[in-house]
């Protein structure tokens, strides 16, 4: 199950991630969900405030060449999903 840590500093992170708002040039498809208990895959992600909580550890970064993974955010949770190959498949959870 994917909990994740945001953390402000890169070198913390487990994996580098980049935000796009188009959904053709990310890897991956996330939905936020509510609960912890929800969590699953890779692509259903419960934010934690504290990074003991999180499965994996994650930083922002501010241009899509710095990422291990380009993500977007979607709003159900059926349309998360791989959409393309990437080493972190599988990992996340």
């Known amino acids: 199950m994917a909990k994740v840590y945001v953390t402000d500093r890169d070198y913390q992170a487990d994996v580098k991630l980049f935000l ?3 959904e053709y040039k990310a890897d991956l498809l996330f939905c936020e969900v509510d609960r ?3 969590a699953k895959g890779d692509a259903l992600w419960y934010f934690v405030d504290r990074d003991y909580q999180a499965s994996v550890k994650v930083y922002w970064v ?4 710095q990422a ?3 993500v977007c955010s979607v709003d159900q949770e059926y349309k ?5 190959s990437n080493t972190w498949v599988s990992r996340l959870d």
Request: glycine share 0%.
């Open 36 to 38: 912890d208990h929800k």
């Open 68 to 70: 291990d993974i380009v």
């Open 80 to 84: 998360a999903k791989w959409q393309k």
């Open 20 to 22: 796009s708002d188009k």
């Open 62 to 65: 501010q241009h899509d060449y």
